[in-house]
C-alpha cells in the first residue's frame, strides 16, 4: 500500500509562488513516475507535473512551462512542485499520484489513467 501525503496549499495572490510538497511512504517498488494534477471546479483532473524517478526526466503541462517546477529528493521518496507566476486560472485542489506503469507519460502528455496512487488533495487558491 502506497501512501501519498501533501502539504503546502494555500491562498496567494497573481503573481506569487507556492511550494507544494507530497511525502510518499509505503511499497514503491516499480514506480516510474511521480506527478501532480489539479481539478478545478467543474473540469476533469489534469496533469500538471511529471516526473521519471529513475532518470529524473520532467514533463509538464503546457499552461505551466515556464512556471512550475516538479522535483524529488534523493531518496525519490518526496516530490515537490514549485509554482511561480501564478495566474487565476491556477486555482485548483492539486493532487500528488505516483505511477507503476511505463505508460504515465506518452509523448510528453501525462495520463491519469497510469496512476494508481493518489494523495487526498490539497487547496491552492489564486485571489487578484
Known amino acids: 500500500q502506497v501512501r501519498l501525503v501533501e502539504s503546502g496549499g494555500g491562498s496567494v495572490q497573481t503573481g506569487g509562488s507556492l511550494r507544494l510538497s507530497c511525502t510518499a511512504s509505503?511499497?514503491?517498488?516499480?514506480?516510474?513516475?511521480m506527478a501532480w494534477f489539479r481539478q478545478a471546479p467543474g473540469k476533469s483532473r489534469e496533469g500538471v507535473a511529471a516526473i521519471n524517478t529513475a532518470g529524473g526526466n520532467t514533463y509538464y503541462h503546457d499552461s505551466v512551462k515556464g512556471r512550475f517546477t516538479i522535483s524529488q529528493n534523493n531518496a525519490r521518496t518526496a516530490v515537490y512542485l514549485q509554482m511561480d507566476g501564478l495566474k487565476l486560472e491556477d486555482t485548483a485542489t492539486y493532487y500528488c499520484?505516483?505511477?507503476?506503469?511505463?505508460?504515465?507519460?506518452?509523448?510528453?502528455?501525462?495520463?491519469?489513467?497510469?496512476?494508481?496512487?493518489w494523495g487526498q488533495g490539497i487547496q491552492v487558491t489564486i485571489s487578484s
Open positions: 499520484a505516483l505511477s507503476q506503469s511505463w505508460s504515465a507519460v506518452i509523448q510528453g502528455s501525462i495520463q491519469r489513467f497510469a496512476f494508481d496512487h
Open positions: 509505503g511499497d514503491m517498488d516499480g514506480r516510474t513516475y
